[in-house]
């Protein structure tokens, strides 16, 4: 059974507009975090955000934000002002004993 | 000034043979991991290891072997490749191993790119 699950292979957002990726996650851990990782055609990983699980508030950074429900077991990620270069993979992931991920979604940001 | 260094980038080689992948990390950091992204892009975790100590081994042939000769290292070596071992393969730092403890941002090397022919 996967843990993490990102149901959106690919996404297309014209530059400036807001893009959300979607992801649902499953563990038994009441103690845990979760993070978007984003993986450009250079196939670098970089940390984009992290939520910890017992911080009810939303994480932000800058044009990123997270919609974290626990009690739905879902992680969103929201992009605002668009920028070429947020184009993409993005990868859900959570960490409870280990790191998971999801199976990525591809977004495109188009000029 | 390289956080995560991985060599070699690009690594090519015939079935059978046996090769290694070296990865070094300059953050001090104790926890180490090696992740595998195949072709559809799917990363999982390979092992961790902890101030030189085997954490975490997935359910991985015991053709890879991971090999740590101080906390700032951990290599991995695969001996008598094949086909399916082509993918690229991530090697991973953070700062502590989450168990129940505070989990840290995993830094990634940039990957190396195995190609088995």
């Known amino acids: 059974a996967q843990t993490v699950t990102q149901s959106q292979p690919e996404m297309s957002v014209q530059e400036a507009e807001t893009v959300t990726l979607s992801c649902t996650y499953d563990?038994?851990?009441?103690?845990?975090?979760l993070f978007w990782y984003k993986q450009p055609p250079s196939r670098q990983m970089i940390l984009v955000i992290r939520?910890?699980?017992?911080?009810?508030q939303n994480a932000t950074e800058n044009r990123f934000s997270v919609n974290f429900q626990k009690a739905a077991k879902s992680f969103s990620l929201k992009i605002s002002d668009s920028q070429l270069g947020d184009t993409a993979m993005y990868f859900c992931?959570?960490?409870?004993?280990?790191?998971?991920f999801g199976a990525g979604t591809t977004v495109t940001v188009r000029a | 000034d390289t956080a995560v260094s991985q060599t070699p980038k690009y690594l090519v080689t015939q079935m059978g043979n046996d090769k290694s992948i070296k990865c070094e990390q300059n953050l001090g950091h104790d926890t180490m991991y090696w992740y595998k992204q195949d072709s559809k892009k799917f990363l999982k975790i390979m092992f961790s290891?902890?101030?030189?100590?085997?954490?975490i081994n997935e359910t991985v042939p015991n053709r890879f072997s991971p090999k740590s000769p101080d906390k700032a290292h951990l290599n991995l070596h695969i001996n008598s490749l094949e086909l399916g071992d082509s993918a690229v393969y991530f090697c991973?730092?953070?700062?502590?191993?989450?168990?129940?403890?505070?989990?840290?941002?995993?830094?990634f090397g940039p990957g190396t790119r195995l190609t088995v022919l």
């Open positions: 290891y902890n101030n030189k100590e085997l954490i």
């Open positions: 563990t038994s851990e009441n103690n845990y975090y």
């Open positions: 992931a959570i960490n409870d004993y280990k790191l998971s």
């Open positions: 939520q910890e699980a017992y911080k009810q």
């Open positions: 991973a730092s953070s700062q502590v191993l989450v168990a129940g403890l505070d989990a840290d941002e995993q830094f």
